[in-house]
């Protein structure tokens, strides 16, 4: 956008004026087509690894739930077991 309207020089003589994340462009970078270069070759691989962490935190949590629920019905179990001998005693 700034190259379109001939500021993108001037952005880079006084980066002060802008937020810090795009001050880091403007001194990693010299034009858009650069950047958007940088985006074609970072972003699939960056997907990719988000996308495999994402399905591991999924596949945690359902071996975790998994564990959860077959302590809580063992639990369950013994109790019931517990309640029909104290009924046969009394």
């Not at 403007?26 to 070759?41: A, G, H, I, V």
């Not at 699939?44 to 996308?51: F, L, R």
């Not at 959860?68 to 063992?74: A, D, G, I």
């Amino acid at each position: 956008m700034l190259e379109q309207d001939k500021q993108l020089e001037n952005a880079k003589k006084n980066p002060d004026q802008f937020d810090s994340m795009f001050q880091i462009d403007l001194r990693q970078f010299k034009d858009s087509t650069e950047f958007k270069k940088y985006l074609l070759d970072i972003d699939d691989s960056v997907d990719k690894s988000e996308a495999m962490m994402v399905g591991w935190i999924f596949a945690f949590l359902y071996e975790i739930s998994k564990i959860f629920v077959f302590l809580l019905t063992s639990v369950l179990r013994k109790i019931i077991r517990i309640k029909r001998i104290f009924k046969q005693i009394c």
